[in-house]
Every structure is written in structure tokens, then in C-alpha cells.
Nanobody
């Protein structure tokens, strides 16, 4: 099992940057694919980025490609989401998720473990 706790959310101005962290516990962390998802009010949960267990492979949604970067530090049991050039459309609750797989998974149905979410609000 994997337990996940996100941090780093808050209020930021458009054009600014923010880094989200997700601290994990559980022996399966280092062998898990990790993902970031987000959900804005009245919208479906949306895939943002995924990273495989070693960190060698990543995938980012087109909506964030070139602006967001997912990374992980297995020694610290932590996954990060660096967000640059933020816009109001990036405002959402951001969730960290883990799946016991080495595939880059894009569907939230594929992830068994979830954090509680952290709010990101981008003001104009």
C-alpha cells in the first residue's frame, strides 16, 4: 500500500510558478507509477502528468506540456510537480496518485492510491 500527502498549494498570480510536493509512505512507493491529476469545480478529474518508478519516463498532458514538469526523488519518497507560467485555467484541486505499475497511466481509474488534494488558485 501507499499513503500520499500533497502540499505546496495556495494562491499565485497568473504567470507565476508553484511547486507541489507529494510525500509517500509505504514500501511500494519506489516501484509505483505516480501521477498528478486536477479537478476544477463542475469539471471531471483531469490527467496532468505521470512518471514511472525510476523517473526515466514521463508524460505530460498537452494542456501543461512545456509549463509543468513532474519529477520524483525515491530516496525522499516524494514526487513533485513544478508549475510555471500559470494561468487561471490551472486553478483546481491537485491530486497525487500512485499505481503499482511501470506503465505511464493516463486514466484516473488506473490509480489505486490517492492523496487528499491541495488547492491551487491562480489569480489574474
Amino acid at each position: 500500500q501507499v499513503q500520499l500527502v500533497e502540499s505546496g498549494g495556495g494562491l499565485v498570480q497568473a504567470g507565476g510558478s508553484m511547486r507541489l510536493s507529494c510525500a509517500a509512505s509505504g514500501r511500494a512507493f519506489s516501484s509505483s507509477t505516480l501521477g498528478w491529476f486536477r479537478q476544477a469545480p463542475a469539471k471531471d478529474r483531469e490527467f496532468v502528468a505521470a512518471i514511472n518508478w525510476s523517473g526515466e519516463r514521463t508524460y505530460h498532458a498537452d494542456t501543461v506540456k512545456g509549463r509543468f514538469t513532474i519529477s520524483r526523488d525515491n530516496a525522499k519518497n516524494t514526487v513533485y510537480l513544478q508549475m510555471n507560467s500559470l494561468t487561471r485555467e490551472d486553478s483546481a484541486v491537485y491530486y497525487c496518485a500512485a499505481a503499482e505499475s511501470d506503465h505511464l497511466l493516463l486514466s484516473y481509474h488506473s490509480y489505486a492510491y490517492w492523496g487528499q488534494g491541495t488547492q491551487v488558485t491562480v489569480s489574474s
